[in-house]
């Protein structure tokens, strides 16, 4: 008897293979142009994501982690300031903030959408918040309209974190809020694993306006505004033109790759309705109005932990995002959070599972997955 293959949580080389010729041709012409750091490449790329994102302007940079520190920088943030943002995230969402010396000050999130709750980070706000970060988790959009006038009033930036969430929107009254665009800086990381991912690190910044621009672009090359003449002391945060290069060719192809995303989760929903596990598996709701890119298809499971290894013996790879809140991370204890603090997230954490989901995920093995979870809950 042949044993099944597994099923990677995802699998860029079944990726590749569908971009392999125009990858590289776009990546040999980088390299005999011997044009390496920004250029034109990268700058093609900026207006070519600008123009997707309908954003003023697009600033690359070095990583999703960079993307945050400078919208931070250029908010001006500084030590004794306050930022709100959400304890169920990736680590760099809070830690951009405490590498500029400021506070991060967090607020529990919805448990149907796993986003920041607004009506938590509104009662977070001080006089010393200086900026909000939100997170569009697992690829789906906050709902930022119920808080956008209050961060006018009082003068706090809108820095989002869409690391995980290229291409999604949301429908506002009659306008199509895409996610970057809202406030004044919309960070994007292009980790390989990402919905548009790099072969590399990679990152970007949308921001609202040409000043905005302006600044980021002296930031990211040490604050020079023309060569050795500094302005204010920058970071080194450039995008490599061979980046770019992989990134306007996945870029052409992110629509189709969201599409399918959307038909895997769409799938996954029937599945499990199908299988009659609702009392044991709850799985992940797109909020009315949005377009969720599902960056991620994140289930909470009754006994996740056992689910998990009885999925893992049968080869089928599962992730836990995120084990741990960001305020119980020891590194952040003199902030002085304690467990129960924020028990949406605290719960998610214990519960979630994200399942394999990647464009080219077979029906074959979703619905493998979907029949490995339902055998271990003995249906
Ligand atoms: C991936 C990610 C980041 C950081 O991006 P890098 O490119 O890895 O530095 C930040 N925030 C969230 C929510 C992420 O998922």
């Not at 042949?2 to 392999?20: G, M, Q, T, W």
């Amino acid at each position: 008897m042949s044993e099944p293959h597994s099923i990677p949580s995802f699998d860029l080389k079944r990726n590749y293979a569908r971009v392999e010729e125009e990858i590289k041709d776009a990546v040999l012409r980088v390299m005999s142009s011997t044009h390496f750091i920004l250029g034109p490449e990268v700058s093609e790329f900026e207006r070519e994501a600008a123009a997707y994102l309908e954003a003023c302007r697009a600033v690359s940079c070095a990583s999703g982690t960079d993307a945050l520190i400078l919208g931070l920088m250029a908010v001006g943030i500084k030590p004794g300031d306050e930022v709100i943002t959400t304890p169920f995230s990736f680590f760099a969402t809070a830690s951009c903030i405490t590498r500029l010396g400021a506070k991060p000050v967090f607020a529990d999130v919805e448990p149907d959408s796993y986003n920041i709750s607004m009506e938590g980070a509104h009662a977070a706000i001080t006089p010393r918040t200086r900026a909000f970060i939100p997170v569009h988790l697992f690829g789906q959009m906050c709902r930022l309209e119920d808080i956008s006038d209050t961060l006018k009033e009082n003068d706090i930036a809108l820095v989002e974190d869409c690391a995980q969430a290229f291409g999604a929107h949301r429908q506002v009254g009659s306008r199509m809020a895409r996610a970057g665009t809202l406030g004044e800086f919309g960070c994007f990381s292009f980790f390989p694993t990402k919905n548009l991912g790099a072969y590399g690190d990679a990152g970007m910044v949308a921001c609202s306006s040409d000043s905005i621009a302006e600044r980021l672009l002296r930031l990211r090359v040490h604050g020079a505004s023309s060569t050795y003449l500094h302005e204010e002391v920058g970071i080194n945060s450039r995008l490599d033109a061979i980046q770019a290069s992989v990134l306007r060719v996945r870029l052409r192809h992110i629509e189709t790759w969201t599409e399918e995303r959307r038909e895997i989760a769409r799938r996954y929903d029937m599945l499990f309705a199908e299988s009659g596990l609702q009392d044991v598996i709850t799985v992940p709701v797109e909020i009315a109005g949005n377009r969720h890119t599902y960056h991620q298809y994140v289930v909470k499971a009754k006994n996740r932990d056992e689910l998990q290894k009885y999925l893992a013996a049968q080869g089928i790879t599962t992730r836990v995002y995120y084990p741990l809140p960001l305020h119980l991370q020891p590194c952040f204890s003199y902030l002085g959070y304690k467990r129960g603090d924020f028990p949406v997230s605290e719960k998610l954490c214990d519960e979630v599972l994200a399942l394999p989901i990647f464009p080219e995920l077979t029906a074959d093995e979703q619905e493998r997955v979907a029949g490995g979870i339902a055998k271990f809950y003995g249906r």
